[in-house]
């Protein structure tokens, strides 16, 4: 009786051990199969930046994830510094700008931005560019969303051999290469880099207004400041190096390889003369003199407080003034056939669909860029059967959803 209560013990024990072995195995498989397929899906769907694949695809371990989702929220706690308060004086919101200076990272020198222009050396040397794109983005990292993601596919659609350097202390991080990993498992060039505003604004006209603002001797201004330092940034990255620079609101429609030492315009009189320029797309060799003085106009004239006016208001003052410095004024078709307070019509289903047959040719044909006005058309949905469906379904890589 012994024996056999034994025996039965032994047998339900390797039975029982069994049926957990099959069922561990089972799961193992089904979680091959689902990983595998995530991949897939990842490298198909490459629209969805930052959050599906961040959900599901298992780039982190868990403690990686941890610290990953901590550096996001420091990241974000840090830039809710970086927008004064309401209604200070010039005297207080210099003042708040001293104290506040700390979370300002991009205006620190680290070790990471000092190794900025041997990186910048480092992959042009490793690449062949088509053509060199810029774009800066001196705000958090998870702020960077499908919109933006998808300007990068249509750039790339057009300039499959271009290469895109984004000036970024906040993409330049782990964060930052997953948003941007489907793309560069497509084969696209690409470098996220912290930019040395120290080696940026040396030898130039800017380099002055940095050193007062860093102490504390300029009203940063009531505009946040991020906007003002885009607007100089891009200036000092195409004067060093040459290039594209061009912002992150954008459907690019055409090639840019034959376009050389242009700006466009954004709006023109009955004459066709224009009357606003804009600094949304920037198109200059290395060393240009008309860049040198936008930088120099920059310093001498930098005002936080009214929007656009170290911006599109000061190319435009400066071209104003300018004579022989070869460069082309491109007309607004170029990269603004629709203006900002008229670029609902391109999200809208509505209008007639000959109209929106007619004006997706004429884009495909005369535009290099649309210009998308984010600031007005962030919250518009893109209805289906719209100019905006219509251009998204043959300029992306991948289309999805935006």
């Not at 120290?198 to 009531?222: A, M, Q, R, V």
């Not at 100089?232 to 060093?240: M, Q």
């Amino acid at each position: 009786m012994f024996n056999y209560y034994t025996k039965f013990q032994l047998f339900s024990f390797f039975y029982f051990a069994l049926i957990i072995s099959l069922i561990i195995l089972y799961d193992s498989l089904i979680a091959n199969i689902s990983s595998k397929s995530i991949v897939f899906q990842i490298n198909i769907n490459s629209l969805q930046p930052l959050k599906p694949p961040l959900a599901n695809r298992p780039l982190f371990s868990t403690k990686e994830e941890t610290n990953n989702e901590v550096y996001l929220k420091e990241e974000e706690e840090d830039y809710a510094h970086l927008v004064p308060p309401y209604n200070l004086s010039q005297e207080e919101r210099i003042s708040w700008f001293k104290k506040n200076l700390p979370y300002f990272e991009i205006l620190k020198s680290t070790n990471i931005s000092r190794k900025f222009n041997g990186r910048m050396n480092e992959f042009f040397t490793s690449h062949y560019c088509s053509v060199q794109f810029f774009m800066t983005w001196i705000s958090p990292t998870k702020s960077f969303g499908k919109r933006e993601f998808f300007t990068l596919e249509s750039l790339f659609k057009a300039h499959p051999k271009g290469c895109l350097i984004i000036l970024s202390h906040t993409l330049d991080s782990p964060s930052g290469t997953m948003i941007f990993k489907p793309l560069v498992e497509l084969g696209y060039r690409i470098l996220l880099v912290t930019p040395d505003l120290y080696f940026l604004f040396e030898n130039t006209p800017s380099k002055s207004w940095f050193i007062d603002l860093k102490n504390g001797k300029k009203d940063p201004g009531k505009i946040p400041l991020a906007q003002n330092l885009s607007n100089l940034i891009r200036l000092a990255v195409l004067y060093k190096y040459g290039g594209v620079y061009i912002d992150t609101d954008f459907i690019i429609l055409k090639d840019f390889s034959r376009l050389r030492n242009s700006i466009g315009a954004q709006s023109v009189d009955r004459n066709g003369n224009w009357t606003r320029l804009n600094n949304a797309v920037l198109i200059f060799d290395k060393s240009h003199p008309l860049v040198y003085k936008f930088m120099e106009e920059f310093a001498l004239s930098f005002d936080g407080n009214r929007w656009g006016y170290n911006g599109p208001y000061l190319v435009s003052r400066v071209v104003e003034k300018v004579k022989d410095y070869n460069f082309s004024v491109l007309p607004p078709r170029a990269f603004y056939p629709m203006n900002w307070v008229r670029i609902k019509g391109f999200f809208n289903a509505k209008n007639d669909s000959r109209w929106i047959e007619a004006k997706v040719l004429e884009l495909n044909e005369k535009t290099y860029g649309i210009h998308l006005w984010n600031r007005q058309s962030k919250s518009m949905k893109i209805e289906q059967g719209s100019i905006i469906d219509r251009l998204i379904s043959t300029h992306c890589v991948v289309c999805n959803d935006i």
